[in-house]
């Protein structure tokens, strides 16, 4: 029984031969009590010097207290952790000690910078963004807050469009053991959840901001998603389910391209908006064609047929930027001609024809540059044919088409601008683009003429029929105090002729008129009724009876019948005190909002706090001098007042 056992326990720790051999002899001297004391010695001696020989694999240090000290074993053999910043060492055999004695150490060490910041603050100095001279800085306080660490890194991620996985890259997380190794990175997955709770938060945030703030100019993106099909039905449900989700339902215009799924995509929402009862005008006005893509379409028209001049250009361009060596040695050219531009060449992309005048209106600058590297570059002429490379008639000729596509690309930046009001300014832009056509088409120069035809057939197709374009285009210029009706007619006499002009000019006019009575109607009616139900209450309040004057109906009417026949200013509609005003002074800084009305929560304070401060006998009057006002405003964030929602209801003003 001995003699089994023993080979079996030496079987476990030896290879297939050495169990073949243990097996026979322990079988062949099973009747040898000699033999057998042997073997089992021996066995055993066999087994113990095997398991000797295998190494245990050494266990990873998990602790978080390893990120601040070193391990190591002294001369005795005993197992210390020395601290990285202050030198001190401590026992931390794992059998008799543990890491407790490290962990505190951790968290009272004076040199170790993340213990410090949790017992005070420390100062920071942040130098100034707008690097102005003589100023040092700000001086701010820092303190470890592992929270604020996670949220600007979810924001870094957001703002500089990051994938998740960088979080996990060896680089960042190198950087971020030299300067924070406290913090404990998160995962992608970690990341991506922060992200969204992000977006979550941030679109409650602007839901209730949206609600207060609905008379100030906005710039948001509040949907971004896939679409199952580019129909027109398709999109304009995705465009219901974005309002709906929002809250929004009181929508005025939509301003998208000119793609036909687009046009159903409208009528779609037009409906819908009807079953929602908030259509004004029967939408007449909802659907708004961007004028930025009209600009493009018009130009890329025009520009079909480039001329020869610009097609030697392109190809010089393309030659020298096609090398390295090319481009270094057009640079010297540059430099030897003492030619000041920083711009390097760039080349056009044919569909694009904003790329086109920033490609000529470069090159063109370096014509004497584009000379020199044609006398000591042979090449540059043998690969462009030798009626290839651009003589002077050539840079004549681009010159002027950089200066017309000039025209297009600085309107088209005016109009794409999100942080002042555009709209004001569409319709003194086309009327301005339409004269500027109209000098093209008769031109004597043939290329000139031929690409004012083109673009003026695009120009007609879109904003030649008033019928056609949204009137919004210039009911926005008359309500700018800068404008109004002063020189429109002149402008539709220009662009239509002064018979046509003079018809279309009385239109607009009577549709924003039309407009004006539609929202003074409803919103009067709707104050008419709140105001009716304040009488009602208080005249049926408990406790105090309130003495109201008879409403003398008659002698209203008889008072309202003189004034009109009179002609007097209390007959007039409030678009005619606006329109009879005199014209305010076009500034570089005048701002149409802050002039058109004044803010909800100005107004609302203004009422409030005169009710509750004044006597009874006192009329309340908000309209006070526009600067001053202007001016309250700007100091009500520093007297320690919060922004109210709401406003008060009261029939619809232009100008107070």
Request: glycine content about 6%; overall charge neutral.
């Amino acid at each position: 029984m001995l003699v089994r056992l023993g080979a079996v326990l030496v079987t476990s720790g030896l290879p297939a031969g050495a169990k073949q051999l243990n097996m026979d002899s322990s079988s062949s001297g099973q009747n040898d009590p000699t033999n057998t004391t042997d073997s089992t010695q021996s066995e055993q001696e066999t087994a113990t010097s095997s398991k000797s020989k295998v190494k245990r694999k050494p266990v990873m240090l998990r602790s978080t207290v390893w990120d601040y000290f070193t391990k190591f074993k002294t001369d005795n053999g005993d197992t210390k952790g020395k601290c990285n910043y202050c030198n001190k060492e401590f026992c931390c055999d794992p059998k008799r000690n543990g890491t407790t004695a490290l962990r505190n150490h951790m968290n009272t060490c004076k040199k170790h910078p993340h213990a410090i910041e949790t017992r005070q603050a420390l100062l920071d100095l942040q130098p100034n963004s707008n690097n102005v001279e003589g100023e040092v800085g700000t001086l701010t306080t820092w303190k470890y807050d592992e929270n604020a660490i996670r949220e600007a890194l979810v924001s870094m991620i957001i703002i500089d469009e990051l994938t998740f996985k960088f979080v996990e890259g060896e680089g960042f997380r190198e950087f971020m053991r030299a300067i924070c190794p406290k913090f404990k990175i998160p995962s992608r997955w970690t990341i991506s959840r922060d992200c969204y709770l992000v977006y979550v938060e941030e679109r409650s945030k602007l839901k209730s901001y949206l609600k207060r703030n609905c008379q100030r100019l906005h710039k948001k993106i509040i949907n971004f998603c896939p679409i199952t099909s580019h129909k027109g039905d398709a999109i304009g449900r995705a465009i219901e389910t974005c309002l709906l989700e929002w809250g929004l339902d009181k929508i005025f215009t939509i301003t998208v391209d000119n793609a036909s799924s687009n046009d159903i995509a409208i009528s779609y929402l037009k409906k819908k908006l009807a079953n929602w009862g908030v259509t004004v005008s029967n939408s007449d006005y909802l659907h708004m064609r961007c004028m930025a893509h009209i600009v493009n379409l018009v130009v890329m028209d025009g520009l079909k047929d480039v001329g020869e001049s610009v097609l030697k250009v392109r190809n010089a361009v393309r030659y020298i930027r096609s090398s390295p060596a090319r481009l270094k040695k057009f640079k010297e050219c540059v430099e030897y001609e003492k030619i000041d531009g920083k711009s390097s060449l760039c080349l056009d992309v044919p569909t694009r024809w904003n790329s086109t005048y920033l490609m000529l209106n470069i090159a063109q600058k370096y014509e004497r540059a584009f000379e020199r590297y044609e006398s000591q570059e042979p090449m540059f002429r043998l690969e462009l044919g030798e009626n290839g490379v651009p003589d002077f008639h050539d840079w004549s000729e681009c010159r002027k088409m950089a200066e017309m596509l000039s025209h297009f690309y600085e309107l088209t930046l005016r109009i794409s601008g999100s942080r002042y009001i555009t709209s004001n300014m569409f319709f003194g832009e086309i009327s301005d683009l339409a004269f500027i056509l109209n000098q093209w088409v008769d031109s004597t120069n043939v290329e000139v003429k031929n690409m004012g035809d083109r673009m003026k057939k695009k120009f007609d197709k879109y904003w030649g029929d008033i019928d056609k374009m949204n009137k919004l285009i210039y009911f926005a210029t008359v309500l700018d105090p800068r404008d109004k009706f002063e020189y429109m007619e002149f402008q539709f006499c220009q662009m239509h002729g002064e018979e046509k002009g003079e018809q279309l000019f009385q239109k607009v006019k009577s549709s924003l008129i039309d407009l004006f009575n539609e929202y003074k109607k409803k919103y009067q009616a709707d104050c008419e009724q709140i105001s009716d139900n304040t009488s009602s209450q208080l005249s049926s309040g408990s406790g105090s009876i309130i003495n109201l004057k008879p409403k003398l109906y008659l002698k209203h009417h008889y008072k309202k019948q003189k004034l009109e026949k009179n002609g007097g200013l209390d007959s007039k509609t409030e678009l005619e005190v606006y329109l009879n005003e005199a014209i305010q002074e076009d500034k570089e800084d005048f701002d149409l909002l802050k002039w058109s009305s004044l803010t909800p929560r100005i107004v609302e304070a203004l009422i409030c706090a005169q009710d509750w401060t004044c006597s009874s006998n006192c009329p309340i009057n908000v309209e006070e001098d526009l600067e001053e006002l202007e001016k309250f405003e700007e100091v009500l964030p520093s007297v320690g007042l919060t922004q109210l929602g709401g406003s008060s209801c009261s029939t619809p003003t232009l100008n107070s």
